[in-house]
């Protein structure tokens, strides 16, 4: 199928020069918020998990994410001296923790570019929870460095990778990622991440309608029983870059349908609170979830808001802490960091920005346009998804 031929505009505003400082009461006496293993934000929300972007570079050009249009050969990059070390992106992720994180996950741009990844790996291996619990320590990836980084990753103490793969398809997957890249790769390397026991395996497919929406089926019908789980996702409002349109949106719903019309499926429970995904498990003869045959996931990112259970808080490979996906300005912790602030500030920091958190963006999302569903041009100043990852 081809591509939306309706011309787009594409704006770009550069999300790393909009910074906060972070809260001036962090640092007062009186105020000074110390890790208890928990904060809550203005809505009662806990925070529970951190993304952290370690490469604003990517070898794909996605559509969605990193258009050519933007992303050409004249691009400039964050130098290497505004990127967060290994050291200082461990220093701030042990204050997370110490407030409540359970769960990193590594992002980018695509995080396997960023030179000796495996040393960070083992630094955030290394931590614990206040309650002596390893993190659930994980990375998302595009897959097409992953057979050959999938065992060191390992051996340093990742746990599990998620790989972005939009369709089996060659020809299809190609036009997606606009760098000729080809589905063999990414799928060896999903074996090679198995093989090296990282798990278990899920794979993300952004389905855009008229582009890739016919691909539903053959990946359903691909990592149905191969132990991979398979998580659909809308095609999102992020940032300004990708020409985003509600047209192109195919709700999750529509997903489930055209699965449970080859394959039965049934309705799993969560796993724990604040999942983004909903579950559903392909059914055996008996009519019941069958284990053994796996299941998918559907994550409705504008068709139905999960801001109320939301734990994330998102770190940019330059220390910027944001507090949503849409959100429009970060908080510099790095100059914290190099200012050589002692450990009780800095956390102090941290839990001001959370507890003053109230980002639902996509709970708005809805009358922001009643329309179409998109926001309004308050989208021009959002961060971009390949900054801070999704």
């Known amino acids: 199928m081809a591509e939306n031929s309706t011309p787009r505009i594409v704006q770009l505003v550069d999300q790393r020069t909009r910074r906060l400082p972070a809260p001036p009461a962090a640092f007062s006496a009186g105020t000074r918020l110390l890790p208890k293993g928990h904060l809550q934000d203005t809505l009662h929300r806990p925070l529970h998990d951190l993304r952290i972007s370690v490469t604003d570079r990517c070898n794909f050009r996605c559509s969605y994410c990193m258009p050519k249009e933007v992303f050409d050969k004249d691009y ?45 790996v083992a630094q955030l291996a290394a931590l614990r929870t206040p309650q002596g619990k390893p993190l659930d320590l994980t990375l998302t990836t595009n897959g097409a460095l992953l057979a050959r980084k999938a065992a060191s990753l390992r051996a340093a103490g990742l746990q599990r990778v998620t790989v972005s793969l939009d369709g089996l398809d060659d020809a299809v997957f190609k036009r ?95 796993v724990q609170a604040g999942e983004t995904a909903q579950r559903w498990g392909y059914a055996g003869t008996d009519g019941q979830h069958d284990p053994r045959l796996g299941e998918i996931g559907v994550i409705s ?7 109320g259970d939301c734990s994330r808080a998102r770190l940019s490979t330059e220390g910027q802490l944001y507090l949503c996906l849409f959100a429009s300005q970060g908080y510099d912790l790095r100059s914290l960091v190099r200012a050589k602030t002692d450990d009780a500030d800095l956390a102090s920091a941290i839990a001001h920005i959370w507890q003053g958190r109230s980002d639902r963006y996509s709970a708005l999302r809805a009358t922001l346009a009643p329309e179409t569903g998109a926001a309004t041009s308050s989208a021009a100043k959002r961060v971009e998804m390949s900054y801070i990852g999704g």
């Open 176 to 270: 997606m990622n606009d760098v000729d890249f080809p589905v063999s790769d990414v799928l060896e390397g999903i074996t090679a991440a198995q093989a090296a026991g990282l798990g278990p395996i899920k794979v993300n497919m952004v389905v855009k309608r008229g582009t890739n929406d016919h691909e539903i089926l053959p990946m359903a019908r691909h990592f149905r029983g191969s132990g991979v789980v398979l998580r659909f996702i809308e095609y999102m409002d992020v940032g300004a870059t990708n020409g985003w349109r509600m047209d192109d949106v195919l709700p999750s719903s529509a997903v489930v349908a055209r699965i449970q019309s080859a394959m039965p499926l049934v309705a799993l429970q969560a």
């Open 76 to 120: 400039v990059y964050l130098p290497q001296s505004d990127l967060l070390s290994f050291e200082e992106i461990t220093r701030i992720a042990t204050q997370f923790v110490a407030h409540g994180v359970e769960k990193i996950r590594l992002t980018g741009g695509e995080p396997l570019l960023r030179k000796n990844l495996e040393v960070l």
């Open 301 to 307: 990112s504008v068709t139905q808001a999960f801001c």
